[in-house]
């Protein structure tokens, strides 16, 4: 939820600790749609069925953000075409990588 360009937790401690509660309660909020996307990843290990390993989303997040992860190891699989396209469309309706990342375009 950090890069170089653009640290909001950092942010986000230093009003908390400034006792600047509404502004650091703003900007928690402001954070819900990556804790979304990241809660959802990591949903895959309380599944009844068997737990699966958020592995490959969180390396194809690190790629997106520019800090190249490289491909999962057997017997992980990486995601599909179809699964990096949907998560690349969470990660842009979130509106933070283009703040984290300026210019980013998501990338298969």
Known sequence: MQSPHHQ????YW???RAGR???AA???YEFQPLRAIWT?????????????HPLPFIKHWM???GMRAGPVRPP???LTSAEKARFNERLDASGWMNRLVP???AST
């Open 8 to 11: 909001p937790i950092q942010q």
């Open 40 to 52: 959802e990843i990591y949903q895959v290990l309380w599944n009844k069925d068997g737990a699966l």
């Open 26 to 28: 703003r900007l928690f």
């Open 14 to 16: 230093e009003l908390a």
């Open 21 to 23: 509660g509404a502004e």
């Open 76 to 78: 992980m699989t990486n």
């Open 63 to 65: 790629d997106q953000m």
């Open 103 to 105: 210019g980013w375009r």
